[in-house]
């Protein structure tokens, strides 16, 4: 067995109806840029009715249709902030937690610990969080229930260097499943490549058509902190 092996992201996202919402943190394959990629799937008629709009420190999401909007206290918040020369790219309200966190010097380890995973059982939703350093070296956090009731909170903690070529990919779930199966083990190690187009191409083209909503990808210049990024939204 080869620990130390890429998995193909597009195999990965192709094979999988539904991984949820999902964080793919890593580094171009010559080392020169940060990458970041977030996006959403929903089931639901509500989760469906939602787009990524640009804020001026990242993004947030909007119900495409708000006549259509049901419940927006899980499927409306900001998923990626910027926080100086890093980023801060979640799929919850956990967002502004590790950075208001942050603005005091606490850490993102200890942000998290204030938070939970989301209350809808029996899914239990995982909160999934990652921040990127402007070294491009990362951190990647899920926290999940401990029981099929929600009784408890688990909660992990990963931390990476940026290696050329080198990813990991975090999602909330396994696959599809009623309930719905809780991602397990340590985020899956995933081959970088590509420019921005190509990348940002790949991971949407191959995210389940019926249930994908939208894709957020950011490629940052390691040296200068410039960024490129782009918004795929299927509700346009």
Known sequence: ??????????????????????????????????VVAYFIMGRSENSRNRV????????????????????????????VRSFGRGLIVTNGDQTDTIRDFLEKGLPFEQALRTREFEPDGPNWTPR???????????KMSILKSADEKGSACARYTYEYPGLPGVGHFLHTYV????????????PERVTISGDMASFTRMVWDNLNEANKI??????????????????LNKNQ
Request: aromatic content about 8%.
């Open 175 to 186: 696959c599809d499943g009623n309930p719905i199966p809780t991602f397990q083990g340590e």
């Open 128 to 138: 999934i969080s990652g921040l990127i350093s402007p070294d491009g070296s990362y």
């Open 52 to 79: 990524f709009i640009k804020e001026p420190d990242g993004i947030r999401t909007e119900a495409h249709d708000p006549a259509k909007l049901a419940d927006p206290s899980l499927i409306i918040y900001h998923p």
């Open 1 to 34: 067995m080869n620990v130390y092996e890429n998995h193909d992201l597009a195999a990965l996202l192709a094979g999988n109806t539904y991984p949820g919402r999902g964080i793919v943190l890593g580094q171009t394959e010559d080392g020169k840029h940060a």
């Open 214 to 231: 939208s894709l957020y990808v950011r490629f940052t210049n390691l040296e200068t902190g410039a960024y490129e990024e782009t918004i």
